[in-house]
């Protein structure tokens, strides 16, 4: 059998019902041979390889900026997750800090009401230990809250 790449093989079609051979047999006409796909295949894992060490690189170059910008506690553990652990965190952080600060929440009326009968003090912090979104808000958009 001739394959799009020009290579030619021997197929054994006869696990094939006699209905569907012909059918396979033009898909596989029309597919590369199983050495071109290989050799194609494992050329792009490489690039994608790179590709993603590259990211992980300029992940945890931010990542570690961030921590030491606001003197986060080192990770323990082992060390083969610590990498992968600041990454973690730094994305946590921000995805939270996103969602619930630059992006708001939806809050309940028995929340406010809550909230409305705390005394604040200077720091922003209520009577019963909540952070007063004025105070979050003063924070950088890009940086979560130093509390």
């Known amino acids: 059998m001739a394959h799009s790449c020009g290579h030619t093989n021997t197929h054994d079609l006869s696990s ?3 209905d569907q051979r012909a059918g396979y047999a033009r898909w596989l006409a029309a597919r590369q041979c199983t050495n071109c796909w290989r050799a194609d295949h494992q050329a792009d894992a490489a690039s994608t390889a790179e590709w993603l060490a590259a990211k992980r690189a300029a992940e945890q170059a931010a990542a570690a900026a961030w921590a030491t910008q606001f003197d986060m506690p080192p990770l ?3 060390e083969r997750i610590l990498d992968w652990g600041e990454r973690t965190r730094h994305q946590l952080v921000n ?3 996103t ?3 630059t992006e708001g929440f939806p809050v309940k009326s028995s929340v406010l009401s809550e909230s409305a009968s705390d005394s604040v003090s200077s720091s922003g912090v209520t009577s019963r230990g909540r ?3 004025a105070s979050v808000a003063a924070c950088p958009p890009h940086l979560p809250p130093r509390v």
């Open 16 to 18: 094939r019902s006699a």
């Open 76 to 78: 323990e553990g082992p």
């Open 95 to 97: 995805r939270a800090y």
């Open 99 to 101: 969602a619930l600060v």
């Open 131 to 133: 952070l007063q979104p």
